[in-house]
DNA sequence: GTCTATTGCGTATGGGCTACGCACTACCGA
DNA sequence: TCGGTAGTGCGTAGCCCATACGCAATAGAC
């Protein structure tokens, strides 16, 4: 069974005494705690080496994001990064955080709940699509910094008149959230395919639509659901960028609708 | 804009004649392409390394899965293993496969679209739940492995008798088992909070409800409605394991059946 | 019985993260 | 005014990783 390891904080890190429970370079980002005025002044800021991240991110892609790599960005030596992040994985918090940033204010003539809402879903796509390295990033603990919280207070806030209870409107979020993220992973996966081999997402399409193809027909009658799907030549073509996303959360608020509707 | 070159095959990678545009020990591992039979007798077989990942990735993550790792558990030398597979990105793609597996069989007695849809989804979440590791990989090209395909089979023939035509089939298919892997990643993640350092699901949810509480307590009214869920004790209890996924299943599929409904 | 494709694997290269400790700096408190 | 000291940048070094390359041994093909 399970065991996964991955993203968890280690043991030996150490907390700050904010009573947040977070590490002390996350609670010095958050502005909860001072940075101590002795010393020599610091010839950097965890804000620049937070864009420096973002930026090579921006470019490159997530994996190119080193330690070595922010730090030749910013003409200093790798570890003198550890001076203001207390590990790699830490960098990443604070450039998903940076990334995500404050939320656009609601129009205010966006009303009802669902309009709200998918006025909210769409915004955040909007966030991930100009940074697609954000689904990229390996998950850690559950989210807890300024600006994820502000987007959530935001979409609670669009639920206000769903008369749902609160629990229910957390629920809604994440479902809203998840499919929002996971329509963007799917769009990342044919932007890097795009970028791998093939050129035009048509392109892609037609060479996934040939693979499943050649492995479909060596039994015959063994897909023949798939089969008909392909025949209906449904791969052939990359959907406009938007046709997934513009089904999907419809079907999604919908189904939301049923139970407000049912209240 | 953009970029993100992970996950993405590089231009190098040896490709096989089978048409399927796959790599060599893809095609070998799916049985269409023989392993030549001159020089001596194999030492290991691509089973045996998959196993092998398989169940180091189950005992600790994905990330331990290093091609050292793999080798020092089949007792060889980290090279040998380059003779099965190409590069460590096929190892993961064949550890995917293997550990999604043949679907189950639908049994008889669940009839209907919504219902035969609502067990897919199950089912797949069952072996999600089984294999936490799997939605921590790293999502690279579309997937097209035999088990992948037998799901997908399985889950038109789900929606035979929704009058959906193959595209929108697809379409829901794509969003039900989107949501399935995102419920599961959530989970994923508590799992990983509580072995890093609480113990307990509450406790962990005790700890990060006290997170959000010191983060919004700072500035009071910037987060009216969070506080308001925070007050409501929503946090305070980690929900049952079931609850947010039958919660949004059930959401998704009364969302669909609307979409059926007006067809 | 030779030929040769294929095997395992040793060596080496080029990354990556980060513990540790040194030399230096500039604020604090007296 | 002037140490003391907490902070600074950063060099070194240890460890783990993936994998290119090439060599000697092997066993089926002819």
Redo the contacts with the bound molecule.
């Keep these: 069974m399970a065991a996964d390891g991955e993203g968890a904080r280690g043991e030996g890190t150490a907390r700050g005494e904010g009573g947040t429970g977070l590490s002390v370079s996350l609670e010095t980002a958050w502005g909860l705690r001072e ?10 800021s965890l804000d620049r080496i937070v864009d420096a991240g973002v930026a090579i991110a921006a470019s490159e892609g997530i994996g190119a994001v ?4 922010v730090a030749k960005a910013l003409g ?5 990064l ?2 203001y992040v207390s ?3 830490e960098l990443y918090v604070l450039m998903q955080d940076a990334a995500t940033g404050t939320p656009p204010e609601m129009p205010a003539d966006v009303t009802g709940w669902r309009a709200r809402l998918e006025w909210w879903a769409r915004a955040q796509r909007e966030v991930f699509r100009r940074n697609l390295w954000l689904v990229r990033m390996p998950i850690t603990s559950p989210p807890a910094s300024p600006h994820y919280l502000e987007w959530m207070e935001q979409g609670l806030a669009a639920l206000d008149d769903s008369g749902l209870e609160e629990g229910r409107k957390l629920s809604v979020l994440m479902l809203v959230g998840g499919f929002v993220r996971n329509e963007v992973v799917l769009m990342a996966d044919l932007d890097a395919a795009m970028r791998a081999g093939g050129q035009e997402p048509d392109e892609v399409m037609r060479r996934y639509a040939r693979t499943i193809d050649a492995l479909t027909s060596t039994e015959p009658g063994r897909f023949p659901a798939l089969r008909r799907t392909l025949a209906a030549g449904v791969l052939d073509v990359a959907d406009a960028e938007d046709t997934e996303f513009e089904f999907g959360i419809g079907r999604v608020l919908d189904g939301v609708a049923v139970l407000v509707g049912e209240r």
Tied chains: 1, 2.
């Excluded at 940075?35 to 950097?44: I, N, Y």
């Design positions: 940075r101590p005025s002795k010393g020599p002044k610091p010839g950097l080193t330690m070595g790599r200093v030596s790798p570890m003198s550890y001076r590990a790699r994985d």
